[in-house]
Structures are given as C-alpha cells and as structure tokens.
C-alpha cells in the first residue's frame, strides 16, 4: 500500500510564502515523476508543477518565477515553494506521483490535499 500526505498549508497574506511538503511512504519499488496540482472552488484540476526523478521541471506559466518544485529522493518527498502568493493562488493543491510498488507497473497515486488560502 502506497501513501502519499500533503503538509504545509495554510492561511497567508498577499505577498507571502509558504513551503508544502508532500511524503510518500509504504511498499516503494521506484519513483518517477512527481507534481503537484491545483484545483480552486467550482473550477478544474490544475498542474502546477511536475519533476522528474532526474530533476527536470515544468511550471504552469501562472506559477513561473514564484513557485520553485523540488525533490528529495532518498526521503521520497516532493517540496513546492510558494513565494509572492496572490489571491488567485487560493486552492486545494494535491500531489502526486507515478511510483512503482515491489511486484507492480507504475501507477498514478494521489495525496489528499492541503489548504492554501490567500487572503488579507
């Protein structure tokens, strides 16, 4: 069984950061790529951000120069820093990544979600 747990939400003013932490853990074989989504009241899913397990990144050009995604890998843990937040970076943002279990394909797993408000 394969887990994945968001942390690091929160309520902060414009212009502020926040630092969300997203941990995999249970029967893990192998990690590609690993990302983290957006998804606002009323409004679709969004990418945010993808890594790969050799480090190359992709941003959503909402999020470019403000937001920085990285990766520990020895802790199986994906990090986004968001810096000069704005109100319309108000969202549920889930991770996710695409992991191989001992004995299985690779397959799309997905955390519950944390909180960021931004607001004054």
């Known amino acids: 069984q394969v887990q994945l747990v968001e942390s690091g939400g929160g309520l902060v003013q414009p212009g502020g950061s926040l630092r969300l932490s997203c941990a995999a853990s249970?029967?893990?074989?192998?990690?590609?790529?690993m990302g983290w989504y957006r998804q606002a009241p009323g409004k679709q899913r969004d990418l945010v951000a993808t890594?790969?397990?050799?480090?190359?990144?992709n941003y959503a050009d909402s999020v470019k120069g403000r937001f920085t995604i990285s990766r520990d890998n020895a802790k199986n843990t994906v990090y986004l820093q968001t810096n000069s937040l704005k109100p319309e970076d108000t969202a549920l943002y889930y991770c996710?990544?695409?992991?191989?279990?001992?004995?299985?394909?690779?397959?799309?797993?997905w955390g519950q979600g944390t909180q960021v408000t931004v607001s004054s």
């Open positions: 249970g029967s893990i074989r192998s990690i590609n790529a």
């Open positions: 890594i790969t397990s050799s480090g190359r990144t």
């Open positions: 996710n990544a695409d992991i191989a279990s001992y004995g299985t394909l690779y397959k799309i797993y």
